[in-house]
């Protein structure tokens, strides 16, 4: 089956950095990776996906990329706010089965 | 929308009672999916139906877990009996095609047994 392992299990910045979250997957089926942010006690919850016919996605400070030669993908954010830090899940999905990564806890210092 | 229901939000249980979860998919949705969550194991997919039917329980720990969705906006988790090893937050969450298309979590159940 899909084995989905994300770096780094924690981060760190200090308010305004970027911050970047890398995931690599098994199954070259794959063909949807989303990224999901989860604040402490709440649901898992969408912030941006990308399908595998696109290397590239943008939404004002999030973006996502995707190599499916090298099998992995990244999540970027830049000018972080304190209300970034959450713990932040990528997936790959394969015939309509998310596998998750363990997750990053980011931290954002003010 | 209402978006993805579940009860009981909390549950709190003795070891070897019976506990079930429920849940309501959004409208229109075809896929429902449930997960576990622990510090342990992290995001784990225990089972998933497709128009109300078992896709892969692959993910379902052994045979005091079982689901069922008898229509297409109700489905339940049941363990039995349960076990403090159970105690965890279960998540259910529906999409619309399930291939390629965004999951909807609900805010889940915290499942403690004691």
């Known amino acids: 089956g899909e084995n989905v392992e994300q770096h780094p299990s924690t981060l760190s910045v200090q308010e305004g950095d970027s911050a970047v979250i890398k995931c690599t997957y098994s199954?070259?089926?794959?063909?949807?990776f989303p990224w999901y942010k989860q604040e402490l006690g709440k649901r898992p919850q969408l912030i941006i996906d990308?399908?595998?016919?696109?290397g590239e996605k943008k939404d004002q400070r999030i973006a996502v990329t995707l190599n499916k030669t090298a099998k992995h993908f990244s999540l970027h954010i830049t000018e972080t706010q304190p209300e970034d830090s959450a713990v932040y899940f990528c997936?790959?999905?394969?015939?309509?089965?998310?596998?998750f990564g363990d997750g990053t806890t980011l931290t954002v210092k003010p | 929308d209402a978006g993805v229901i579940q009860s009981p939000r909390h549950e709190v249980t003795e070891m070897g009672q019976e506990v079930t979860l429920r849940c309501k998919p959004i409208s229109g949705h075809d896929y429902l999916f449930w997960y576990r969550q622990t510090m342990m194991r992290g995001l784990e997919l225990l089972i998933y139906f497709n128009n109300n039917v078992p896709i892969d329980d692959s993910g379902m720990p052994e045979d005091r877990f079982s689901a069922k969705m008898p229509n297409a906006s109700f489905s339940t988790l049941k363990i039995q009996p349960s076990e403090p090893r159970d105690s965890a937050v279960y998540f259910c969450?529906?999409?619309?095609?399930?291939?390629?298309?965004?999951?909807?979590f609900g805010p889940g159940t915290r499942l403690l047994v004691l």
């Open positions: 199954d070259s089926a794959s063909n949807y």
């Open positions: 969450a529906s999409s619309e095609t399930g291939r390629g298309e965004t999951q909807y």
């Open positions: 990308i399908r595998s016919n696109v």
């Open positions: 997936a790959a999905n394969t015939a309509g089965k998310s596998t």
